[in-house]
Each structure stands twice: as C-alpha cells, then as structure tokens.
C-alpha cells in the first residue's frame, strides 16, 4: 500500500507513509478504523455503553463516513473514567501515565504502551524534520517535563531524529538565556508566549535576540497567529513553525509545519482520521475547507484509544502541500470554551493578539479581564505599550485597536495600555482570559 520512496524522500529519512497517496491513505485508514473500533468496544466499557445506547457496532463501520455513527468522546468521559477506567490493556502493559493538571475538575490521565510511545516519537520526529530540524543539531526544549505531555513528548520526538537534546524545561527565564548563550543550540522548542518572554528578556539584558545560534522555533500547546509568527521571526531572526497535539489524543506531534511553506500544520492521517463538525450542533460534519471545531479519532493507539474525540479547537481542514496527501489544519482561531460571548458577539483571544500587533505601539502582551459591575458584562483589554511608545502614542494606540475591535469583532471594550512589564510572563500555557464576574 505504501509507495516506494524517491532517492530525495529516502535522503531526507521521511516515513513511507509520508508519501502516500490520499487514496492510499484513506484505505488505510478505514481498515485501522475498523479495527480501533473493534478494539475499543471489546475492551473498555464505556466505549460498550455509549455505542449500545446509540444502537451501533463496529460491523456498522463500513465505510470512512460510517464513523458520524459513532457517538462523540469528550473530556468528561477520561474524568468520568479516572484514574484508569478507559485503558484497553493491563497495567503491566502500560509504560507510561501522563495527565492533565485538573485545574478545572478532576485531572484527565491518559497511557501508554511502549508500542504507544514509539508512534508518539516517530510523529513528532516527522514533526520537527518537516519544520526544518535536522539530525544532529542542538535542540533547546523549554516545555515542561513532568505529567504535561509536552516536555517529554517533544524530548522524545528530538531524540528520535536524531538530535543533541538539551532538556531545560519551562521556568527560570535567566538560566534559559544563559543556555542558549553557552550552548548554541540550533532549534527551540516550547510554547509561542514562552519564547516572546526570553526574547523581551534578553531585550531588557542588553541582548539582542537575533544574534543567538537559533534558527528555528516549533512552537506549540497554544492558538497563536501570523502576526504573532511575524513578531517572533523578527525579534530572533529564526523560521517560526507551528506543531499540534493533545494529550487525550497523543500529546504534540498530531500535526506539524512546513518551514518551507507555513501554511499550516499537516496532520499524520496515517494514525489519526480528523472531522471537522459545527461547534455549536455536533449532528452536523462539515466539509474540507469549513470552519468548525475539530475532532479526532486515534487509529493506532493500544493503551488509550480514543474515538471522535472533542477537542473544542476550531479550525478547518485544508488540502495537503508539503504533504500531499495528508491534510492540514487551518490555524486555530480560538476554543469553542474560551469563547467569549459579550452582549452577543462572539469573541476570542486570538482576535484581539491579530488586531494589536497591526498598532504601532502596543505589544504581543495582552490580558483580557471580564467584569459585570452592572447589568451589563464589560470587557477591558489590558495590554502594554512597547519601550518606545511614549504617552501619547500609547493614548492614540488604544484608540485604534478600540476602533478596530468594534470593526473587526462588532464589540465594544475599554483598552488599558499598561506600562513594559506591568503583566505577567508565561513560562508555558499562558492564560489571556480573566473572568471577574461573580457567580
């Protein structure tokens, strides 16, 4: 089924499957969904309960579309489950238990057989190598270890290519700086906000970031925009690309970049199949090419498979470029549950960072703070002015993006321009959403 690598493939030590026809790809994925499915059913009850309680079996599933069948899996369902309740293998089967930090609820924990791991790392080597990091360079990975999936997800997958890994992990800003000064990596691998925050600084040290050994950035675990690529590939001189991935699903690497085209991420759909349905009625299954919230079914995982999995990221999928026959994602424009709804009017983070990077003046750094004083929700963006923005500017700055925003967005806000520094750094996910109204 897999086509014959040409000599430039074979160089480049892509996968077969790499190559492979969208033909051969969507046969090959019916018969893994077939047997996920299959899978599932026998060994995890819930996967049992939901799909008798909607009336279907894995023998209903003969073709790619019989999957809209199958009832959806979401978030709950793993903390329903907890700690270990959808595992399909005993636990001397499982090499290794990530969870999420349950901040929000009971945490959600997901396994791993070493079969499991050894996919996680091809895919996200495939990851890297598409986004233009090369055996044996020096790969500073600044996510964080631990339970979060993305630190020893990304270690695994530079390993896996054959690179020189330096595991810093999140935090201690300084120290990050001074390793990359000391040990000239040539790649980095963290979150977008992350790496904006050892850029200012570096800045605020009297470094320049362009002059660092950095040539590309993979960077990844949060929505970010072209405007918010642009502002790193100036201030680091470096090849921004984008990677996805999800614990529930695997953890980063489902998808990844081309640094030669940035267009998007290619999805690995020779061990996931993606659906994009509409986010707010989840009967109906759009079309490449529409907007909607993705979702995605695992076709290869053994401790934790996961079926037509909500993922709440909202996007849409796109012909392959880089390569032809997988699909890529859109960039993600917001979470369907980080929406927020003012006086009507939908409106996400990723809006507003699009907007403020286009005012000369107004930084990348940006909060946004819900409030209900009255009758009436209020919206108040904070966000700093840059180091040669003086008052005035900043003053006629938050006039534009207010202008703007009721363009673009059909909102009304107050804009708080804050003082360089005046709002917390990420050192990981950043948080830009703070809702202030009380129950």
């Not at 077969?16 to 026809?21: I, K, L, N, R, Y």
């Not at 935090?171 to 904006?196: N, R, S, V």
């Not at 299954?285 to 079926?307: M, R, S």
Request: proline share 5%; net charge negative.
């Amino acid at each position: 089924m897999t086509e014959t690598l040409s000599t430039t493939d074979a160089t480049l030590g892509l996968d077969p499957e790499e190559t492979m026809s969208r033909d051969q790809i969507e046969a090959l994925q019916l018969k893994r969904l077939q047997d996920t499915v299959a899978y599932a059913y026998d060994r995890v009850p819930l996967y049992r309960e939901k799909y008798d309680a909607a009336g279907v079996r894995p023998s209903d599933l003969k073709d790619l579309s019989d999957l809209a069948k199958f009832p959806y899996t979401d978030k709950e369902d793993l903390r329903r489950s907890y700690p270990f309740g959808m595992f399909a293998v005993p636990q001397e089967q499982v090499a290794r238990i990530h969870a999420s930090s349950g901040t929000t609820g009971r945490a959600t924990v997901v396994g791993y057989t070493q079969q499991d791991l050894d996919d996680w790392a091809k895919l996200g080597a495939r990851c890297l190598r598409i986004a233009g990091v090369t055996p044996g360079m020096k790969v500073h990975n600044a996510y964080g270890y631990g339970l979060f999936t993305g630190g020893l997800g990304a270690h695994g997958a530079a390993e896996r290519l054959g690179t020189t890994v330096i595991p810093m992990s999140g935090g201690q800003t300084e120290k990050q700086i001074t390793l990359i000064q000391d040990f000239q990596p040539d790649a980095i691998l963290c979150t977008p906000t992350y790496l904006l925050t050892i850029g200012d600084a570096m800045q605020r040290a009297g470094l320049d970031p362009r002059k660092t050994s950095l040539k590309v950035g993979v960077l990844g675990a949060e929505p970010w925009t072209e405007e918010m690529r642009h502002e790193l590939e100036e201030m680091f001189a470096i090849d921004a690309c984008d990677i996805y991935g999800l614990s529930e699903v695997m953890g980063p690497g489902v998808a990844g970049e081309s640094g030669q085209t940035k267009d998007g991420c290619h999805i690995w759909e020779d061990h996931f199949r993606p659906e994009i349905v509409d986010a707010f009625d989840d009967t109906k299954v759009l079309g490449d090419g529409e907007h909607g919230e993705i979702v995605f079914t695992a076709l290869t995982k053994q401790a934790l498979p996961i079926i037509r999995y909500r993922t709440h990221d909202l996007t849409r999928l796109l012909p392959g470029t880089a390569r032809p026959g997988h699909r890529r994602m859109g960039r993600i424009t917001g979470r369907s549950d980080d929406m927020i709804i003012l006086r009507g009017v939908n409106l996400f983070p990723s809006q507003i960072e699009e907007l403020a990077l286009t005012v000369a003046g107004l930084s990348p750094h940006f909060q946004l703070e819900i409030t209900r004083p009255g009758r009436m929700d209020e919206l108040a963006v904070k966000i700093e002015r840059r180091d040669d923005c003086t008052t005035d500017r900043a003053l006629a700055a938050a006039g534009e993006l207010q202008k703007l925003i009721k363009i673009h967005v059909g909102s009304s806000c107050r804009i708080d321009v804050m003082d360089p520094e005046a709002l917390p750094r990420s050192v990981g996910k950043l948080k830009r959403i703070h809702d202030l109204r009380t129950p």
